[in-house]
T-cell receptor, first 115, second 111 residues
Framework: AQSVAQPEDQVNVAEGNPLTVKCTYS??????LFWYVQYPNRGLQFLLK??????LVKGSYGFEAEFNKSQTSFHLKKPSALVSDSALYFC?????????????FGSGTRLLVRP | ETGVTQTPRHLVMGMTNKKSLKCEQH?????MYWYKQSAKKPLELMFV???????ENNSVPSRFSPECPNSSHLFLHLHTLQPEDSALYLC??????????FGPGTRLTVT
């Protein structure tokens, strides 16, 4: 079955330190990969996506993600965390196998950045 | 701002009520989605409309009834809901390369 795993319910990091939010997927073929962020009482906001090409993708707010095909991972990273980065982060995959319009979402990781 | 709006933002309804959620977008998205977000659970895809035609119904109970009268509007009609239907309901429009743009959601409480 196709799935997306975010193994950490919560990630804690001090402001100024680098952060990583992990995502692995189980989807055959060459899926598109996404990260979304959700702030309290808001909908999801698109951060970045990987379609093809360079394995390091740069997105909004200084975030980047590294695609690793052999490990089927797409970890979200930022060199220096801000308190304002505290939010809920979702990894998502578009299987692209047929005409399905589905995005498969992970369960989310809450990022808490301490001052 | 994602260009996708949802109304109302908050809704409290009894189990015997009928209400509707509204989603509006003017970004030219051809596909629109309804998701349910419950605490500590992955987003659940409910319905997908493409070019105003329903293309996906993800085993959603019939007490949820979607409607897409045109490419800019999407509704979710609710009737005889259960308390476990309380959740955040998110609408999204699809841009290029499968990007989805989400509205702020409607926080629904069923009493």
């Amino acid at each position: 079955a196709q799935s997306v795993a975010q193994p950490e319910d919560q990630v804690n990091v001090a402001e100024g330190n680098p952060l990583t939010v992990k995502c692995t997927y189980s989807v055959s073929g060459n899926p598109y990969l996404f990260w979304y962020v959700q702030y309290p009482n808001r909908g999801l906001q698109f951060l970045l996506k990987y379609i093809t090409g360079d394995n390091l993708v740069k997105g909004s707010y200084g975030f980047e993600a590294e695609f690793n095909k052999s490990q089927t991972s797409f970890h979200l990273k930022k060199p220096s965390a801000l308190v304002s980065d505290s939010a809920l982060y979702f990894c998502a995959v578009s299987p692209r196998m047929d005409s399905s319009y589905k995005l498969i979402f992970g369960s989310g990781t809450r990022l808490l950045v301490r001052p | 701002e994602t260009g996708v709006t949802q109304t109302p933002r908050h809704l409290v309804m009894g189990m015997t009520n009928k209400k509707s959620l509204k989603c509006e977008q003017h970004l030219g998205h051809n596909a629109m989605y309804w998701y349910k977000q419950s605490a500590k659970k992955p987003l659940e895809l409910m319905f997908v409309y493409s070019l105003e035609e329903r293309v996906e119904n993800n085993s959603v109970p019939s007490r949820f009834s979607p409607e897409c009268p045109n490419s800019s509007h999407l509704f979710l009609h609710l009737h005889t809901l259960q308390p476990e239907d309380s959740a955040l309901y998110l609408c999204a429009g699809e841009g290029v390369r499968d990007e989805q743009y989400f509205g702020p959601g409607t926080r629904l409480t069923v009493t």
